[in-house]
């Protein structure tokens, strides 16, 4: 009888070989090669392929895209407007985020006016139930508690749901395939079925995935490739928000947030998230600032704090939260340069208020401010907002969209924004426009520094 041959599948491309290598020839990343036993074999014939019916493109005649809302308006938003029949949405975030409680909420809502299947792999009954009353949920929807994939696709069949919510895709399991549940392998191959299931049936499909400690989808990367939207919940453990994120999605924009608060009767739909990331205190100490960060198409308006302090170790310290710190690096480099700043010998930290994360450019000139009053020990008055993306040469250059977050400060009250020069002739301003916030327009650096401070 022939010996079967282990393979080693990579956990970030799918690439196969017969032996283990350090680095993976498809994607060259390092120790991501683990060890998976062959398929057991049920003793069929190999089936011979039938051709399948195709038509010409101008044929096919053209289909209304059929969505439907979940009842969670933060969640549609994401979503690109709601559900669409026949999608494979996939919902990662790390332990104990919401990623249950909020697909649970889903449900309820959905089960207003569609059959709603939840099919849970890490929960008994008794445990969903008590989630259920936790969160006051009186809505019926059909429930059970199953880890083997075969016995999901027939209830799955006898139910025949319009929405399918599977929690969690690792622990589903072929039973024709060596390797515990949550296996490369396993992983894989339940995905595929669950997708040709949504397909074939139009049935749209929630499943959780688990993320690794880098942050990253558990499993192989194409896993997020089989899929039509990868989403992404967010938040800090200490913090109550929670960030919904669309890193992929075929059926829309992956632009939008939704933003949630972790309360005991579960996930609350924030409509106005701005106050949550900005300190009530208007009256900002040295070192705040407040910048208007576009998330789509919802401006936030966020507090960058820095804080510059004299250092006795031969290197500084340097430190972000929030913000990427090459980014950081980059804005003090251009201070040094073009301003006459110098943080020689100094430590720095910088912390967006909230543990939200910012990653557009547009905070650089906020982000600029900051450092630069802190380390004067000057603070920018309370009532100013600062957006402007700063190039290498100490130019502050144009941002998207400066219309929506003019709008957005002065919604809230705030009385000055300083901006770019090169965004002026798109505002094209009347004299009564905008006549509660003083516009300020800047070209360059050292331009906003003296600006930003007079008075001062």
Same mark, same amino acid.
């Given at each position: 009888?022939? $010996? ?21 020839? &498809? ?12 398929? #057991? ?16 493109i ?44 909020? #697909? ?11 059959n709603?299947f ?6 008994? #009954? ?37 929405v ?14 060596? &390797?515990?549940? &949550? ?10 079925e ?7 049936k ?5 499943l ?56 005991e ?8 998230? @701005? ?11 040295p ?10 198409? $919802? ?6 704090? @820095? ?20 980014r ?12 006459g ?5 100094l ?10 994360r910012?990653?557009?450019p ?53 009385? $000055? ?28 650096? $050292?331009e ?5 401070f007079?008075?001062?």
């Amino acid at each position: 009888m022939a $010996r079967k041959i282990s393979l080693f599948c990579c956990t970030d491309c799918g690439y196969e070989t017969q032996k283990w290598l350090g680095r993976c020839p &498809g994607c060259e990343a390092w120790n991501t090669l683990v060890e998976e036993k062959p398929a #057991l074999s049920r003793g069929k014939p190999a089936r011979k392929g039938s051709p399948v019916e195709s038509s010409s493109i101008e044929e096919i005649p053209a289909a209304a895209e059929e969505r439907f809302k979940t009842g969670v308006n933060e969640f549609d938003r994401v979503l690109g407007g709601g559900m669409v029949a026949g999608s494979v949405v996939l919902l990662g975030g790390d332990p104990g985020i919401g990623k249950s409680t909020i #697909l649970l909420q889903a449900a309820a809502r959905l089960a207003g006016g569609r059959n709603v299947f939840y099919a849970s792999g890490e929960e008994s #009954l008794h445990q969903v139930k008590m989630r259920s009353d936790r969160l006051n949920i009186r809505e019926s929807f059909r429930v059970a508690a199953v880890t083997d994939l075969d016995g999901l696709l027939e209830t799955a069949a006898e139910v025949k749901p319009a929405v399918l919510i599977v929690d969690s895709v690792q622990s589903i399991y072929r039973s024709d395939l060596d &390797g515990v549940p &949550g296996s490369v392998r396993q992983v894989r191959e339940v995905t595929g079925e669950l997708v040709r299931l949504a397909k074939d049936k139009n049935i749209a499909v929630f499943l959780v995935g688990h993320v690794t400690k880098e942050g990253t989808m558990a499993g192989p990367r194409l896993l997020e490739h089989m899929v039509d939207c990868v989403l992404y919940l967010e938040g800090d453990r200490y913090q109550s928000f929670r960030v919904l994120r669309g890193v992929k999605n075929r059926y829309g924009s992956t632009n939008e947030i939704g933003v949630f608060l972790m309360e005991e009767e579960g996930l609350i739909e924030v409509d106005n998230p @701005s106050h949550l990331f900005m300190t009530g205190n208007r009256e900002q100490a040295p070192g705040a600032v407040v910048t208007a960060s576009m998330e789509g198409t $919802r401006p936030l308006l966020v507090e960058i704090q @820095s804080l510059v302090a004299p250092t006795s170790y031969p290197s500084p310290r340097r430190t972000s939260t929030g913000i990427d710190l090459n980014r950081v690096a980059l804005v003090m480099a251009v201070l040094e340069k073009h301003a006459g700043i110098s943080f020689f010998n100094l430590d720095t930290f910088v912390n967006v208020v909230g543990g939200v994360r910012l990653y557009e450019p547009a905070a650089d000139l906020a982000l600029a401010l900051s450092l630069a009053s802190s380390l004067k020990g000057k603070s920018l008055s309370g009532d100013t907002v600062a957006v402007g993306e700063v190039g290498l040469t100490g130019e502050i250059r144009p941002v998207s969209r400066i219309r929506q977050r003019i709008n957005e400060a002065e919604k809230l009250g705030f009385k $000055r924004l300083i901006y770019p020069e090169a965004n002026r002739s798109e505002l094209k301003l009347s004299k009564n426009q905008h006549k509660g916030l003083q516009l300020i327009s800047v070209d360059n650096i $050292r331009e906003a520094i003296g600006v930003a401070f007079v008075g001062k």
